[in-house]
């Protein structure tokens, strides 16, 4: 099983026990957090697309934080002499996907809007 969730602003594929890198969450090493934007998803048999999300959840447990590789950024002006050298660490999160849910079906309009379209 499968699932393609946004988690920070990116889009990850992600399986069941698979360990990924994704921008700082909140939360301690050792929590459990959930995600419920997912894009598509499904087994080998069918896949559910979205439109933009599907029902359904990702589970995962934190297992680090960290910082990536620095990053330098070098501005130059050729003719001015001109230098400046910048740069940054990014922080990322460690997860572990734990579970993956998906709904057998779509969300159905509660009775109260189904009542609403009769009643005009």
Known sequence: MFAVVEIGGIQLEVQKKAVVRVPLLKGNPGDAV????????GDDKSTKIGTPYITGSVKAKIIEHGKDDKVLIFHKKKSKGQRKLNGHRQRFTKIEITDIKLSATRKKKTESVEQAEEGE
Do not use: D, H, R, S
């Open 34 to 41: 959930e995600f419920k934007n997912l894009l598509a998803g």
